[in-house]
């Protein structure tokens, strides 16, 4: 088991270790005595998973076997979620927010075996090889961005010393998203499903661009070179993402707009690239 875990909710630097006899000591001991921090904003978080760098991205999140779940629903209560999970293995505790009475709390549900998060969380364009709508299904009341590949998770704190807490430390048998029906098909092929998908929809835009002989696609490429050179600096992400858009809608491939590189390009615009991959299939409709 690895923690990683970055300084506030706006630290981007991710510290990384091994779980030990010592580390899991002190995780038990937060647990049980939670932090005393008066500001949300600058409560410490962490995520059980290993890391492959420290740049706080979706790239440097690798495999766990400890899932944190935050349900943030009035629907659903700390006694609701204690007796369906009573056989499993977690640790429960309260949120910063808790007041005593309303329904704010996060779990460490210890899983059966090392998941890839990429795959565990992977959201693909059609639900039958999509692991993260497997989990939303096996979680309703779940806080949907306890499924975000490279989310963080506020470490057990109280505004105040007399303020409300509880925690639960419960015994029982590691929980297996492959008990929920499909997870594990989903699970294996996801990433090759998506793939497939996105290669159809570029040889679709193909073929619709041989439908349409008057269409210069040299001259739409020439076209967003020139707007990506002439975007400032603040407004590039948005402004990729609309020039990606209107290139998807007239036919052009993934393919060919990845190509594309402007001169200011760096890190996160490879990583916005890398993104549109998945998001290609929709976003010219």
Not at 65 to 77: E, G, H, P, R
Not at 167 to 175: D, E, T
Not at 233 to 245: P, Q, T
Request: aromatic residues 16%; charged residues 25%; hydrophobic residues 35%.
């Amino acid at each position: 088991m690895f923690l990683a875990t970055i300084n506030n909710q706006f630290d981007n630097k991710i510290r990384g270790l091994e779980v030990n006899k010592d580390v899991w000591a002190k995780v038990l001991q937060i647990v049980r005595e939670p932090l005393i921090v008066p500001d949300k904003a600058k409560i410490p978080q962490w995520k059980f998973c290993s890391i492959k760098g420290e740049q706080r991205c979706t790239e440097n999140i690798g495999s766990t076997n400890l899932m944190i779940l935050d349900f943030d629903d009035s629907a659903y209560t700390i006694e609701e979620f204690e007796s369906q999970f009573r056989e499993y293995k977690y640790i429960l505790h309260t949120s910063w927010s808790y007041d005593g009475t309303n329904s704010k709390f996060r779990v460490l549900l210890f899983l059966d075996k090392e998941y890839e998060i990429n795959r565990l969380f992977f959201k693909g364009h059609d639900k039958t090889f999509s692991p993260y709508h497997y989990m939303l299904k096996a979680f309703p009341h779940i806080d949907p961005a306890s499924f975000v590949k490279a989310q963080f998770f506020k470490m057990p704190a109280k505004k105040a010393p007399d303020a409300p807490y509880y925690f639960s430390i419960h015994k029982g048998k590691p929980w297996s998203p492959a008990d929920i029906e499909g997870f594990t098909f989903a699970y294996t092929m996801c990433e090759m499903k998506q793939e497939e998908y996105i290669k159809k929809i570029d040889a679709e835009n193909a073929k619709r661009r041989q439908r349409q002989p008057n269409q210069d696609m040299t001259t739409a490429i020439e076209y967003i070179k020139r707007k990506m050179n002439e975007m400032p600096a603040g407004m590039r992400h948005n402004g990729v993402f609309g020039l990606a858009s209107w290139f998807a809608g007239i036919g052009g491939t993934y393919a060919e707009f990845s190509q594309i590189r402007p001169p200011w390009a760096d890190k996160q615009y490879d990583k916005q690239i890398k993104r549109l991959a998945n998001e290609w299939y929709k976003i010219g409709k």
